[in-house]
């Protein structure tokens, strides 16, 4: 576990109460009548349960006694060493390694979808399409509003003019830009989606996600230990692949199954649960294939991966020994392969353990409490050692060392969220990809630059700050540059956060005219041959006195309203007075 991520959760040790994956989908959760297995009438005492082989419902024989001729997997043979790939060798600054997962080809997509809508949802008068410098300034703001903490309140606050606001939201876009950006934020074809929607109900930000989804598999290579758990984006819109898990803090939304190094926390591949595809039969042994699909990158990779009881059994394990990889997990109570000696029952002694060995798994039974037990299955053990001072089995420690990985990237991301409440839920899945993006990005720094900032505790927030303000600096110099007749408070955020408006003044105007040469008058004829060295205010032309143009700006202060007024009908500048009533 790394010292320089403040937001590390701290996992307390193993107890009965941790549970597996909650949900209300029938087609991925077993009864809990099948979880429960009454036990008042057995009777087993201390003696029975010490023997030297059990045997489960299945059949299954697990003897006593640990095999020697196992073979102990050697997991420093064939590793790569952790850390970011070749990938990302050209990452320069804090930017780039956050385009490392959110790329330019991405971007360029959701650009053309998203004017694809703002052509559709404006007139034919109204065609200022949105720009790339305006896209990664809308994200720039989402990351700032969000590492403020100001995800969930009400949008036209950030732009309010209070000392308790941010200048930085009004000086790099209007608010109404922003948000007429937002609502067109879109991430596919909308032309050909009810198509696509009767094969596919992520099709409206599947292609999207797919190139994300590349990303994460290539831009790390994670250390010896991986988890696998699942994440809720809280949503309560309308969406046909919503879940409800009420233990979760969001209680609904959309679930997404993650595979995270339980070294770095950085997130190496997920996918969404969207249920039956149309037309797909019902499905079986879901934890099961989520958990193959997931760990497809690193098949042959001799890793370990930590579990819960929605996903472990004894099947997966052997299909993953097959793939040189292990597995430590919790079971379910329900699981055929259990002797019932390993079940929970009042005569066994809290704190004692039972060990089973079959082939290359290893199965513990722990007492935490009377009448309980906890089910553990290893392939990456095989021998009974338990820690002498907690009495509890290497099992269970293993376990409880990278269980909470998946965990505490959720907790990272909520902690500093870009999601803001919506309708529509393929926005919800964006701003969860830029909050698993950030989140990367910064993982692939610190492993880039490991002196960044070391001594400092806040790390992290430090470096949203800077990604937010690199996505929004373009911004603001096209702003401070070439923006006319902004408002005064406007111009006044500007100054603050370090990007005033830079316009000449007419005794500039005047002072590059004397020392500059004569020329000829860009509006009249050659034949005249006019010569001056007057220059035009605005496109620095040269013009003479007869197409000179003066242009009064009056501000009224009370009202904050800038009219122009033409003295001469043409098409140059001179002077600009400024007069305040």
Known sequence: MNNWIE???????????????????????????????????????????????????????????PSTSTKINSFSDNIEKSGPTKLTENVASIEDAFICLMSEKIMQKILIYSNMEYDRSVGLDEKEEITMMELKASIGILLLAGLLGRSKGNLRSLWRTSPLESPIFKATISRDRFDKIISCLRFDDKRTREERK????????????????????????????????????????????????????????????????????????????IGRQPGQEKQKHIGESVVLELLKPFYGSNRNVTMDNFFTSVPLAKNLQTKNLTLIGTLRKN???????????????????????????????FVPKNNKAVLLLSSKHHDNQVDNKTGKPVIILDYNKTKGAVDTVDQ??????????????????????????????????????????????????????????????????????NSKFLHKDIQNALAIVGHPITRRNSEESNEDSAQGKRKRCSMCETSKDRKTSTKCYKCSAFVCNEHKLITIIIEYQASRNIFSKNLVNDAHFEFVFSIVI
């Open 198 to 273: 009767q094969a596919d109900k992520f099709t409206a930000i599947r292609e999207i996600w797919s190139d994300f989804q590349d990303k994460l598999k290539t831009c790390y290579t994670p250390g010896l230990d991986l988890t696998i758990d699942e994440q809720l984006l809280g949503f309560r819109g309308k969406c046909p692949f919503r879940q409800f898990i009420p233990k979760k803090p969001d209680k609904y939304g959309l679930k997404f199954w993650l595979c995270v190094d339980a070294e770095s926390y950085c997130v190496l591949n997920a996918f969404p649960y």
């Open 7 to 65: 937001e590390d959760s701290e996992v307390d040790d193993f107890t009965d109460e941790q549970s597996g994956s909650e949900t209300e989908n029938d087609e991925s959760q077993t009864s809990d009548a099948d979880d429960e297995i009454g036990l008042e009438d057995l009777k087993l005492t201390e003696g029975s349960t010490r023997k030297s082989s059990y045997t489960s419902k299945s059949g299954m024989i697990w003897s006593s006694i």
């Open 412 to 481: 990272m991301c909520h902690k500093y969220t870009v999601k803001r409440g919506t309708k529509r839920w393929p926005l919800c899945i964006f701003y969860g990809m830029i909050d698993i993006a950030a989140l990367n990005a910064f993982i692939l720094w610190k492993a880039k630059n490991p002196e960044w900032n070391r001594n400092k505790r806040y790390q992290r927030r430090l470096f949203l700050e800077e990604l937010g303000l690199s996505l929004i600096t373009p911004l603001l110099d096209f702003r401070s540059k």
């Open 335 to 365: 699981k055929p392969e259990i002797p019932i000696e390993f079940l929970s029952n009042k005569t066994r002694e809290v704190g004692s353990s039972l060990f089973g060995f079959e082939d290359n798994l290893t199965l513990v039974s």
